[in-house]
């Protein structure tokens, strides 16, 4: 193995170079032979597929930054563990934020008259007083599951996506929800007799 220095001072050794500026050949051979390998990896484990280009770039960043490369001994083993531990940060900045769907515009939207008729657009004001009313007492992503699935027509699958959770939460979401109008109808209609 021939060992000769570059331009930059920094050392070659055979196909790898050692130095912090050159850093990038080492990442560039590692995203050429495991690339394919590393987007399936992390498509696999996201919900959402538009993640995986940047999730794949953040994994490469964090490879750039690695001092001492060539005493890696399985670039293989060291890239899919820098990329789970990328995709659960991922994960966790995901689970802290906010729920992207606003409860109020949606209704906003709903409220605009879908019929000339007055009686149609007093009784579908009554049913999203109703609603409103209901959905006042849920925790804010059981609220946003059952009106994505039910009022705006979403799936169970795109209601996991769209919150960020897997589909069997967003059962577990819906069925929170529609549990709890069945109490609060059986508690009404029991007040009433």
Known sequence: MATRSNTQ????????????????????????????RLRRFLSVR?????????????????????????SIRSPEAYLFTIASHVIHQHAVRRSSEPVSVDIAEVFSELRTPSSDDPPDQVAQAQRLDELERILAYLPARVATALVLHRVAGYSVQEVGD??????????KYLARAV???????????GNRL
Do not use: W
Not at 46 to 70: M, Y
Not at 162 to 171: I, P
């Open 9 to 36: 001072g920094n050392l070659n050794v055979g196909c790898m170079v050692v130095g912090v500026s050159d850093n990038r050949s080492f990442v560039a051979n590692i995203a050429a032979r495991y690339g394919t």
């Open 46 to 70: 996201l919900r959402n597929a538009a993640d995986v280009p940047d999730l794949a770039q953040e994994v490469f960043l964090r490879l750039l930054r690695v001092e001492g490369c060539e």
């Open 162 to 171: 769209e919150l960020g959770v897997s589909r069997e939460t967003a059962k």
């Open 179 to 189: 549990e709890h109008c069945r109490n609060l109808r059986a508690s009404e209609s």
